[in-house]
C-alpha cells in the first residue's frame, strides 16, 4: 500500500509523531507552571523567613544588651555585699544587747 500512497502514509506518521510531540509539549508546560508557582511560593515563604530571622536577630541583640546590664548591676551589687554586711555588724554592735 505505502508504494501506491507513499506521501499520505507519511503524512499520518508525521502527524501521529507532532501530535505525540504536543502532547509532551503541553505536559511540559503544565509541570514548567507548576514549577514556576512553587518556586513563587517558596519565595513568599523565604521572605517571610527572612523577616521573621531578621527580627529574632534584634530580639536577640536587644536581649544581650539587657543580659550585659543585668551582669553590670549584679557584679555591682555583689560588690558593696561586704559593705552592707559591715554596716549591719556595726548596728548591730551598736544597739544595747
Known amino acids: 500500500m505505502r508504494y501506491l500512497r ?17 502532547i509532551h509539549l503541553q505536559e511540559s508546560n503544565a509541570q514548567i507552571n507548576t514549577a514556576y508557582e512553587a518556586k513563587l511560593e517558596s519565595d513568599k515563604i523565604s521572605a517571610k523567613v527572612q523577616s521573621l530571622l531578621t527580627n529574632a536577630n534584634q530580639d536577640i541583640s536587644i536581649s544581650r544588651g539587657d543580659y550585659n546590664a543585668f551582669e553590670e548591676e549584679y557584679r555591682a551589687s555583689r560588690a558593696k555585699l561586704p559593705v552592707i554586711e559591715s554596716l549591719i555588724q556595726q548596728a548591730n554592735n551598736s544597739c544595747p544587747s
Open 6 to 22: 507513499p506521501h499520505e502514509e507519511d503524512l499520518q506518521q508525521s502527524l501521529g509523531a507532532l501530535n505525540q510531540q504536543l
